[in-house]
């Protein structure tokens, strides 16, 4: 099975600050890669997802992420960070043919004007 | 376009007893899944829907859990003699069939077991 671990639980930075949080992810074969975010009160919604192509991947308000298969990584970056960025940002992974996703236990990222 | 929606939002119950946990996907949306997340964890599987029937349930955590798709659009996601560990947020998603399709989340249900 797969499993997801996300580091740095708890991330707070200034407004314009850049951010990275790292995604490593257990499993030998073929892999979708997704990161996830929940804005307080809200429910999850996808930031951005890769399935194949092009390792770096391009998402929503920014953000963008970069698979190194080497590495087993999906890390997410965004180069300056606004309040609005508050929030949880989780990780998750399902094998090609398989479903069911494994998640981080994500990161709680707080964002300070 | 409507999202998935779950009912209730909040669930209390008592330990011991029977509940149900509703999950409406987006119209058209063939695969339906159920997660549930515990505090400071992310989501973890419980059981995936391909139409009416369970295609993957090895996420159940044991046999108090039962899910239902009769009609292959809402599902009911049922709890028998509930612990206090079954205490958490259970989210439904729903994707538009199976393999590499982006699951959409429902805002959830908070289930709190006295």
């Known amino acids: 099975a797969q499993s997801v671990s996300q580091h740095n639980h708890h991330v707070i930075l200034s407004e314009a600050a850049s951010l990275e949080l790292g995604c490593n992810y257990s499993?030998?074969?073929?892999?979708?890669l997704f990161w996830y975010v929940q804005y307080p009160g809200q429910h999850l919604q996808l930031l951005l997802k890769?399935?194949?192509?092009?390792?770096l991947v391009k998402g929503i308000k920014g953000f963008e992420a970069e698979f190194i298969k080497s590495k087993f990584s999906f890390n997410l970056r965004k180069p300056s960070v606004q309040w609005s960025d508050t929030a949880e940002y989780f990780c998750?992974?399902?094998?090609?043919?398989?479903?069911?996703?494994?998640f981080g236990k994500g990161n709680q990222v707080v964002v300070i004007p | 376009g409507a999202g998935v929606s779950q009912t209730p939002s909040n669930k209390v119950t008592e330990k011991g007893k029977y509940v149900e946990l509703r999950c409406d996907p987006i119209?058209?949306?063939?695969?339906l899944y159920w997660y549930r997340q515990s505090l400071g964890q992310g989501p973890e599987f419980l059981i995936y829907?391909?139409?009416?029937?369970?295609?993957?349930d090895s996420g159940l955590p044991n046999d108090r859990f039962f899910a239902v798709r009769p009609e292959g659009s809402v599902s009911t996601l049922k709890i028998q003699r509930t612990e206090r560990g079954d205490s958490a947020v259970y989210l439904c998603?729903?994707?538009?069939?199976?393999?590499?399709?982006?699951?959409?989340f429902g805002p959830g249900t908070r289930l709190t077991v006295l």
């Open positions: 890769y399935f194949s192509g092009d390792p």
């Open positions: 998750a992974v399902n094998a090609k043919g398989n479903n069911r996703l494994a």
């Open positions: 829907f391909q139409g009416t029937g369970a295609a993957d």
């Open positions: 119209s058209g949306h063939t695969a």
């Open positions: 998603a729903s994707s538009l069939g199976q393999n590499n399709n982006e699951q959409f």
């Open positions: 499993y030998g074969g073929t892999v979708n």
